[in-house]
């Protein structure tokens, strides 16, 4: 068994990240999971939160509102809507992301109602996490 695998994280913006990793804990819109060396191959999509990466010179902290990740035996690489490296989120940055979750979901679909409802509070529960 290895015991790092690569890990990327990139935004539309810029790539934050491109390490060898032990851990990766992962904010997936269906519920937290840590990937691993050699964890089975998975694709899943991201809720707004807290993305941590363990390596073996320490863990570093990424906001991510959304995206997708791939998880293999050999890495994970990690699409991110938005992200940004947690000591780097202001109170401006969360208000913005706030406001504009708040206004897609006054003006959702009756069908899309309760996803866009989620992803105010999702944003919300990371504005707290970080306590900005």
Same mark, same amino acid.
């Given at each position: 068994? $290895?015991?790092?695998?690569?890990? =990327?994280?990139?935004?539309?913006? @810029?790539?934050?990240?491109?390490?060898?990793?032990? #851990?990766?804990?992962?904010?997936?819109? +269906?519920?937290?999971?840590?990937?691993?060396?050699?964890? $089975?191959?998975?694709?899943?999509?991201? @809720?707004?939160?807290?993305?941590?990466?363990? *390596?073996? =010179?320490?863990?570093?902290?990424?906001?991510?509102?959304?995206?997708? %990740?791939?998880?293999?035996?050999?890495?994970?690489? &990690?699409?991110?809507?938005?992200?940004?490296?947690?000591?780097?989120?202001? $109170?401006?940055?969360?208000?913005?992301?706030?406001?504009? #979750?708040? =206004?897609? %979901? *006054?003006?959702?679909?009756?069908?899309?109602? +309760? *996803?866009? +409802?989620?992803? &105010? *509070? +999702?944003?919300? %529960?990371? @504005? $707290?996490?970080?306590?900005?």
């Amino acid at each position: 068994m $290895a015991n790092t695998m690569q890990f =990327d994280l990139v935004s539309p913006e @810029r790539s934050l990240a491109s390490l060898e990793a032990t #851990a990766v804990q992962i904010p997936g819109a +269906d519920g937290d999971m840590t990937a691993m060396p050699d964890h $089975a191959p998975t694709i899943t999509t991201l @809720r707004p939160g807290v993305l941590t990466v363990e *390596a073996t =010179d320490g863990a570093s902290q990424y906001a991510v509102t959304g995206g997708f %990740a791939e998880i293999s035996a050999e890495g994970t690489s &990690v699409l991110a809507e938005k992200a940004m490296p947690v000591a780097e989120v202001t $109170a401006a940055d969360m208000d913005a992301l706030i406001a504009q #979750a708040s =206004d897609a %979901a *006054a003006n959702a679909t009756p069908e899309a109602k +309760d *996803a866009a +409802d989620k992803t &105010v *509070a +999702d944003l919300e %529960a990371l @504005r $707290a996490a970080l306590n900005v």
